[in-house]
């Protein structure tokens, strides 16, 4: 089966995981000084969120339109759900063990393995939620290695954001943490084999997500990310000029 | 037992919450605070209740406290002060001589001038990064007795303000880390500065002029323990000057050791 790409959907892709990686990392930093309880429970969750439904979630649906196949494909609405949920549990995990104490490899590598094996879980999960007229088969090395693209790129992102300062933590994380999302998905699609079945079973398709439902929630994540990352960056420069001596 | 400590502290923010988690830790319960401002600085009264064994441990907890700059306390054993509104004295009545002295005088001669530096603190934020005319024009200004703590003082609120203007956001790091990532990059934003290992070597350094004795380095100690105590390893660090301009060398060195 012959599939192609659509490349600005592949380049809105990676803009929109880096706009969430933004929002997320600019929100997981503030994890270390938020008060122990609520407070800090509650950054977890909005990075988190962020993260797993943004940059992650939302990249990974663009990226299946932008995989263009001679076939009907829809999404089983229960198991797309399901792969929201474990991007977004691991990856608050992930930033909560980075922000707790002294910022340090020890706390890095558990890290990034959460992270990381989030936007795994995410896409394999997510993979298994499409409902198509095909089965699908992995090359097992290449998933390996897409999962390892997954968590070295997410520890990269990470440190990026805990350990520096100024432009590079700012920046530079997004970007490379676009660059896990992206990474892993890739290589996962590259991973993965289809055979046709020619079975269409129109009852499978009933109550699944098709393209056009999945391009509605994608923007909807979207324009929030971005109003999200122009309020943080607004807050932060009004709390900057305020702040007195 | 009951007992009344007054606290002088440099800085309101976050003063009640950094005393009240050592009050809690030394096993006492605050029963009452009052916060006022002075021209010397910020005074916190508080009325606490615990174990008077416990009391040495919690007189050296707040005398090592860096937001305190001196404290007085005053014991007053009150098992029945079941009715604590009218049992209670203010800080001002009753009060015995003190029993424990300042960590650091305030006021006295050694002392930093807390008025005067807090008076230019605005300026400097405003022309912050080129803040060195102000802070000559401030050393001229100040007592001969007090130009060393009142320099260390307005070093140690610029550098906690810059640390929370500019480094606070991101992990916590350990000494190196913080030194390189967060002091370097401050010491940078106002001088030629470089790393190495645990000295930061900053050059033509206009507050050590060849031949003015300030060996010290009073200002730059302090920035440097403001931004190190606000990322929150400065209680575990000394800031010293190792080389000074003043006396010869080419450059001012600090060294920040554990």
């Known amino acids: ?245 | 037992m009951e007992v009344e400590f007054t606290v002088l502290s440099d800085r309101r923010e976050g003063l009640l919450r950094g005393l009240g988690n050592v009050i809690i830790q030394s096993g006492f319960t605050l029963l009452r605070q009052r916060m006022s401002t002075l021209e010397t600085g910020i005074q916190l009264w508080l009325r606490v209740s615990g174990r008077e064994e416990r009391l040495l441990e919690l007189e050296e907890r707040l005398g090592t406290h860096p937001m305190v700059l001196s404290f007085e306390s005053e014991h007053q054993v009150s098992p029945h002060s079941t009715q604590p509104s009218r049992s209670v004295a203010g800080p001002a009545s009753a009060r015995r001589p003190p029993r424990v002295a300042s960590n650091l005088p305030a006021g006295g001669s050694s002392g930093p001038a807390v008025g005067q530096v807090e008076a230019e603190l605005p300026g400097l934020a405003r022309e912050y990064p080129r803040i060195f005319p102000r802070l000559l024009g401030l050393r001229e200004k100040l007592p001969d007795g007090q130009k060393a703590a009142s320099m260390e003082f307005a070093g140690r609120r610029v550098g906690s303000w810059v640390y929370k203007r500019d480094y606070a956001l991101g992990g916590r790091l350990d000494l190196p880390s913080a030194l390189k990532q967060i002091a370097l990059p401050a010491l940078r934003n106002l001088l030629s500065t470089d790393l190495k290992e645990n000295s930061l070597r900053i050059k033509n350094n206009p507050l050590c002029m060849p031949g003015s004795h300030c060996r010290a380095g009073d200002f730059f100690s302090g920035f440097l323990r403001g931004v190190l105590d606000e990322s929150g390893v400065g209680g575990q660090v000394t800031v010293r000057e190792i080389y000074c301009r003043s006396e010869g060398a080419e450059d001012c060195v600090f060294e920040i050791v554990n």
């Open chain 1, 1 to 245: 089966m012959t599939a192609q790409y659509n490349m600005i959907l592949v380049v809105l892709s990676y803009l929109i995981s880096v706009l969430g990686s933004f929002t997320s990392l600019q929100l997981a930093i503030a994890i270390p000084q938020a008060r122990p309880g609520r407070e800090k429970r509650n950054a977890i969750l909005a990075a988190g969120t962020a993260m797993g439904g943004g940059a992650i979630w939302a990249m990974h649906f663009i990226a299946m339109l932008a995989y263009e196949m001679p076939m009907p494909v829809a999404y089983d609405t229960f198991i797309t759900l399901v792969s929201a949920l474990i991007a977004i549990a691991s990856c608050s995990i992930g930033l909560a063990i980075a922000g707790s104490g002294v910022f340090s490899v020890d706390k890095l590598l558990p890290a990034g393995i959460f992270m990381g094996c989030g936007v795994a879980g995410m896409h394999y999960t997510g993979m298994a939620a499409m409902l198509m007229p095909a089965e699908v088969y992995y090359d097992l090395n290449i998933l390996m290695i897409s999962v390892v693209i997954g968590v070295l790129a997410s520890c990269a992102a990470l440190w990026l954001a805990f350990h520096m300062r100024g432009q590079r933590q700012m920046f530079g994380s997004a970007l490379i943490m676009g660059m896990a999302v992206c990474g892993m998905h890739y290589t996962g699609m590259a991973a993965a084999n289809y055979r046709h079945t020619g079975n269409i079973q129109e009852a499978t398709f009933a109550g699944a997500m098709s393209g056009e439902y999945l391009g509605l929630s994608i923007f909807v994540i979207s324009v929030a990310l971005l109003m999200f990352a122009l309020w943080i960056t607004q807050a932060r420069r009004r709390r900057r000029a305020s702040l007195a001596i």
